[in-house]
């Protein structure tokens, strides 16, 4: 039996706006892949790169460490999810179990397609699971970023009071926290505006034709709305404290497989490549942030006294550890959400 003529015209938009979605994607991912290419080569070609050590260090690593790093990365994810869900929960009350592959399908796409589009497909993933606005999602996932990056920082600065990270680390987190925080603040600014700024928008658009204005003001209400979450004392404090124990369980991840090379660096190193690898995926690169993170992990390692065989090997098994456990799964819900439709 053939589906109804609705069914079947929503049907055919939405492979519309995942083809649309994905070629777009890609077709702007010439300058993600040539900044990945570039940090590569400057890790790859540098003069102290030893091939054959990188072999070497690869072949005798302790693998067995990787079966719990996987494990914690999962109780990662599920903490993402909650914190998610604490986000989303003036806006719909959607549990744990249902949010979760949802990020995970999100996660996947990240990793697997360049440019961060993951965080429209998990925005549009929502949007048709739960009825969820895709405008007030992508609100709480900027929300997200922003806890990400100030979290990330703290950690950063807490790890370059313990080791000797160099002079770079000085101008870092000063600079990219003034960043965060005036990000923050207008994040805030907004979600305490409230209607005041919905009415201000509605000025600002008032010389548009009609249906244009009345589109950009209901885009601006589905923004606002996703902050909500935010605006009492209580939800920041609650998203602080999640964002900040999600970050403290990736830097188990990264002490887990740091083990699996060596016993001597020091726990701390785990912290600090942690803040200075994902703080590198703020830039525009290609899938999973290839490049800059191996490249800002291995900097920071080689600033501890990590042998540069040692540093390399374990930033692109750690960065392995963080991108592939979650693509299976990931393919999985978006396939069986593309056989449901």
């Known amino acids: 039996m053939n589906p109804p003529a609705s069914e079947a015209v929503a049907l055919t938009n939405e492979r519309t706006f995942w083809r649309q979605l994905i070629g777009q994607a890609l077709s702007r991912s010439l300058l993600p892949l040539a900044l990945t290419a570039g940090f590569l080569a400057a890790l790859l070609l540098n003069p102290a790169f030893d091939r054959q050590r990188l072999a070497t260090t690869l072949r005798e690593a302790e693998y067995g460490w990787l079966v719990p790093a996987v494990a914690v990365f999962f109780l990662g994810v599920w903490l993402r999810t909650l914190r998610w869900q604490i986000l989303l929960s003036p806006l719909a009350r959607v549990p744990v179990r249902r949010l979760l592959p949802v990020l995970v399908l999100g996660l996947a796409a990240n990793n697997l397609l360049p440019a961060r589009v993951g965080e429209l497909v998990r925005a549009q993933a929502l949007w048709r699971r739960e009825?969820?606005?895709?405008?007030?999602?992508?609100?709480?996932?900027?929300?997200?970023?922003?806890?990400?990056?100030?979290?990330?920082?703290?950690?950063?600065?807490?790890?370059?009071?313990?080791?000797?990270?160099?002079?770079?680390?000085?101008?870092?987190?000063?600079?990219?926290?003034?960043?965060?925080?005036?990000?923050?603040?207008?994040?805030?600014?907004?979600?305490?505006?409230?209607?005041?700024?919905?009415?201000?928008?509605?000025?600002?658009?008032?010389?548009?034709?009609?249906?244009?204005g009345q589109r950009v003001v209901a885009l601006a209400h589905h923004f606002l709305t996703g902050l909500q979450a935010v605006q009492a004392p209580r939800g920041l404090l609650l998203v602080a404290l999640v964002s900040l124990a999600n970050w403290l369980v990736e830097a188990a991840v990264y002490l887990l497989v740091l083990r699996a090379f060596t016993s001597e660096a020091p726990a701390w190193a785990a912290l600090a490549v942690t803040a200075t690898a994902n703080l590198a995926l703020l830039l525009p690169a290609s899938q999973g942030g290839i490049g800059p993170f191996e490249f800002f992990a291995v900097q920071t390692l080689l600033a501890v006294g990590v042998p540069t065989a040692t540093a390399t090997a374990y930033a692109f098994v750690v960065h392995a550890t963080v991108l592939v456990p979650v693509i299976p799964p990931g393919l999985w819900v978006a396939w069986r959400g593309w056989r449901s439709r």
């Open 131 to 212: 009825g969820v606005s895709r405008t007030a999602c992508l609100a709480t996932i900027l929300v997200e970023r922003v806890f990400d990056g100030l979290t990330l920082l703290v950690l950063l600065a807490v790890a370059a009071l313990l080791l000797p990270l160099g002079e770079w680390v000085g101008y870092l987190v000063p600079a990219t926290t003034v960043l965060f925080l005036l990000v923050l603040a207008g994040v805030l600014l907004l979600a305490w505006a409230g209607q005041r700024a919905l009415t201000l928008v509605a000025r600002l658009v008032a010389w548009l034709p009609t249906r244009l």
